[in-house]
Nanobody
Framework: QVQLVESGGGLVQAGGSLRLSCAAS????????MGWFRQTPGKEREFVAA????????YHGDSVKGRFTISKDNAKNTVYLQMTSLKPEDTAVYYC???????????????????WGQGTQVTVSS
C-alpha cells in the first residue's frame, strides 16, 4: 500500500515554470513505477509523463514533450514533474499515480495504476 501527496501547484504566467512533487509513504517506493496525469473539467484524465521504478526509463506525452521532465528520487520517496515554458492549455489538476511492479518499464494508461494522489491545481495565465 502507498499513499501519495502532491504539492507544488499554483498560479503562474505563461512561459513560466513550476515543479510538482509527489511524496509517497511506504517502504517499498522503489518498486513503484510512477506517472503524472492531468484533468480539466468535463474531460478525461490525460497522460502527462511516466517513469520506471528505477528511474532509468521515462516517457512524456506529445503535448508536453520537450517542456516537462519527470524524475524520481527513491531515497526521498518522491517523484517530480519539472514544468517549463508553461502554456494556458497546461491549466489542469495534476495527479500522480503509482503502480507496484516486478519488472522494468513505464505505464501510460490510467488503468495501469493502483494508487492516486488527491491532485494539485496548476493554473497558467496568458
Amino acid at each position: 500500500q502507498v499513499q501519495l501527496v502532491e504539492s507544488g501547484g499554483g498560479l503562474v504566467q505563461a512561459g513560466g515554470s513550476l515543479r510538482l512533487s509527489c511524496a509517497a509513504s511506504g517502504r517499498t517506493f522503489s518498486r513503484y513505477a510512477m506517472g503524472w496525469f492531468r484533468q480539466t473539467p468535463g474531460k478525461e484524465r490525460e497522460f502527462v509523463a511516466a517513469i520506471s521504478w528505477s528511474g532509468d526509463s521515462t516517457y512524456h506525452g506529445d503535448s508536453v514533450k520537450g517542456r516537462f521532465t519527470i524524475s524520481k528520487d527513491n531515497a526521498k520517496n518522491t517523484v517530480y514533474l519539472q514544468m517549463t515554458s508553461l502554456k494556458p492549455e497546461d491549466t489542469a489538476v495534476y495527479y500522480c499515480a503509482a503502480r507496484l511492479v516486478t519488472g522494468s518499464g513505464y505505464f501510460t494508461k490510467t488503468y495501469h495504476y493502483n494508487y492516486w494522489g488527491q491532485g494539485t491545481q496548476v493554473t497558467v495565465s496568458s
